[in-house]
């Protein structure tokens, strides 16, 4: 498994949580659930995010999580 970026992981934790989650609607408007998480409370948005990066697999050629895998894609 290749090293995953930051960016990846936090763009798949997004998905999960709109998808999971739907949009949430404050005053008759719609948000993604990942936006108004990120907004709204950021602190929980992070510990939710790295709580998610735990329960990722580790890779199976070094047993690390994706985002200290440092194996090379084949």
């Known amino acids: 498994m290749p090293k ?3 960016y990846e992981l936090e763009e ?8 999971v989650y739907g ?10 659930t990942s936006r108004a998480l990120y907004e709204l409370d950021p602190i929980a948005y992070r510990v939710g995010f790295n ?6 697999d580790n890779c199976e050629d070094c ?11 084949e």
């Open 4 to 6: 995953l970026q930051d």
């Open 63 to 73: 047993d690390r999580n994706p985002i200290e895998c440092e194996c090379e894609e």
């Open 12 to 19: 798949q934790y997004k998905e999960m949580l709109d998808e």
């Open 23 to 32: 949009t949430v609607t404050v005053a008759g408007m719609e948000y993604e």
């Open 51 to 56: 709580d998610w990066l735990d329960s990722l």
